[in-house]
């Protein structure tokens, strides 16, 4: 089995990006179930719903997991470079969508300030990779104890306590809150670790999931949360290893992720309201898995036509980013390349 190492790019690429690929389906899937519950009146007793259930402690973990990981050879940047590169793209980002957004929902300013202290669902994932990419370089001298208090504010955060603080907090705030660790560990500690995991995918895979089946029976969602990241990770090597042919489709997702993460959400409703409208017949078996195909579908033919004529609709725009060419700031950044 190949390691995963700095210089090593090739299997850290598919492994991980087949990782990143897997945690956006699941986060399109989440979508596609809350937008059928209020407009095709899914039954809350669907398979999709009890599929659902475990992986909304999972999916975002594993994917700011992955993404600290892939992040962790910028840390040696000076902050001149880090701040062009690693952080101006997600601020960019963040506030060209938010107003693009805005316009789109007719929101008025208030809601756009609002927004970048309490971001809306679809775009917090942009909030909280600036946070936490600030956090890491800036903490980079004392990562023990920060990694502890990021710790400890995970597990306090999934348990809700003490409640006066969490219910004084947004969802998307405490979700920050929530997932800190699992970015932090992924960018300080987790290599050597992901190591052991890339030769022995099968036995600790499996472990993994018996440990993530009783943290949930339990009740205790941030063990749920770690160990259904390992098992995600151990499902993504797999893949890699024997399925060439999802691992193509999952490896290009991941590298996709951006596009589907920012346009998904605004697809949902529409489409539920279109499958509804053209039909009653089945819907609550078919409408989630279509919905979910279509947005994935539809967000990277969008990113890819706009690529032609409007790039920094995802990517630093070049007066920005002082020389770099065009292009070089998208994914590359948000992958740690």
Known sequence: ???????DKKPRELFLDTAKGFSIVLVVFWHAIAAAYTTIDLPRDSIYVAINNPLLQIRMPLFFFVSGLVFSHTLSEGW????RKRLLTMIWLFTLWTFLYALRGRED???VLSSFYNPPIHLWFLWGLLIYRFTARAAVSMKLPAILIAAALSILSFAGWPQNLWGALSTHQTAVAKDAVFYLFGIWFAMPWVRY???RPITIGTAALLLAIISGKLGFNAGLAVFGTIVGLSIAKIITDHLEAVRALFTYLGRHSLEIF????????????????????GIEYWAVPLGT???VFVSVVIRNITDR???WLFVLPKFLAKGERPGLADE???QGK
């Open 1 to 7: 089995m190949a390691e995963i190492t700095a210089s």
């Open 80 to 83: 001149a470079t880090f701040f």
């Open 109 to 111: 300013p208030e809601w």
């Open 197 to 199: 995991l890339v030769a």
């Open 262 to 281: 920012i346009l998904h959400f605004g697809m949902m409703w529409p489409l539920m309201s279109l499958f509804r409208k053209v039909t009653t017949e």
């Open 293 to 295: 195909a279509i947005a």
């Open 309 to 311: 004529f409007a790039p």
């Open 332 to 334: 590359r950044s948000l």
